[in-house]
């Protein structure tokens, strides 16, 4: 490994991970010698320090929440030629590391990826904007929207599912008109998730058998937000199967075509930047991560 690339959001809420730099530094530098640390203070930062040293770097490791990593995966994926891509999580679930199998305890993180296990590994993209884990529009915008920052900082995990259960009382419902390969969709719905990673939220409570290399999008549709439907996505997390229910279709594909009425703003990677419509697809085996834990295909 020549070559180590760190880029490292200045402003990102985890402090015992930014008090950490220097050791993680010192085990990079075990395989590498020639370790470099780039910080971004502002939105395009990223993309802007990847376009430079992409073509000369062996491995390129995200420190950051999903601004940080989600402006990383669209900047890798426009390089002709693509490092490794490695993530340290510094966000709040930081749910697609879960998915690969990355400890949460960054220490333990760095040892991982010192020990340099990799996969190609699937990403979705959305009129020409790429995504990791998740595209989502109806509820799962409003509940992001309505997190207090002073609530997501204290609480974590804990406040996106307060706030879900804020948002269960006004879902606002919109038509659908979703066309595949295979079939049409039309109705009218509250919710709806195309995922590639298993984890939402921390939790695989949407995708419990989601796969990040099959290929394959998985797709959830809620017609109706109830208690009742929350206590069926649960159990479909416990008992590791589909989810099922008369108020939810759920389906797999490797691209649709989504439009909605009115006009919707789009959650991708909890960076909420477009609107629908959307054609998304699926690229199979795109990018080379490494990976921890990994049981997935």
């Not at 085990?27 to 395009?44: A, C, F, W």
């Not at 108020?247 to 703003?265: G, I, K, T």
Request: hydrophobic fraction near 35%.
């Amino acid at each position: 490994m020549d070559t180590i690339a760190l880029i490292i959001n200045s402003n990102a809420g985890n402090q015992s991970l930014r008090e950490d730099l220097p050791y993680i530094v010192n085990r990079l530098q075990h395989i590498s010698t020639n370790v470099t640390l780039h910080y971004t203070e502002k939105p395009g930062d990223g993309k802007r320090i990847i376009d430079e040293i992409a073509s000369d770097v062996d491995l390129l490791i995200a420190i950051g929440g999903d601004g940080t990593v989600h402006e990383c995966v669209n900047a890798l994926a426009h390089q002709p030629n693509r490092p490794l891509f490695a993530i340290l999580p510094g966000g709040t679930c930081n749910d697609f590391t879960r998915a690969l199998g990355i400890s949460q305890d960054h220490r333990l993180a760095v040892e991982q990826i010192l020990d340099l296990r990799t996969r190609h590994i699937d990403i979705g993209s959305h009129n020409g904007n790429y995504f990791l884990n998740f595209w989502g529009i109806g509820c799962i915008t409003q509940v992001s929207q309505q997190i207090h920052k002073g609530l997501k900082k204290d609480w974590g995990r804990l406040a996106y599912y307060l706030s879900a259960l804020q948002t269960i009382s006004d879902p606002q419902r919109f038509e659908i008109s979703i066309q595949t390969d295979t079939f049409n969709y039309q109705d009218e719905v509250v919710m709806m998730i195309v995922g590639n990673g298993s984890y939402l939220g921390g939790m695989t409570t949407f995708f419990p058998r989601s796969s990040v290399v099959d290929g394959l999008l998985d797709v959830l549709i809620i017609r109706d937000l109830s208690i009742d439907l929350l206590w069926s996505l649960l159990e479909s997390r416990i008992m590791d199967q589909l989810p099922t229910g008369s108020d939810l279709a759920y389906f797999h594909c490797n691209q649709l075509e989504v439009q909605s009425n009115p006009s919707l703003l789009i959650d991708c990677d909890g960076e909420k930047l477009h609107h629908t419509p959307s054609k998304i697809q699926v690229h199979p085996r795109y990018l080379e991560m490494v990976v921890g834990d990994f049981t997935s295909g």
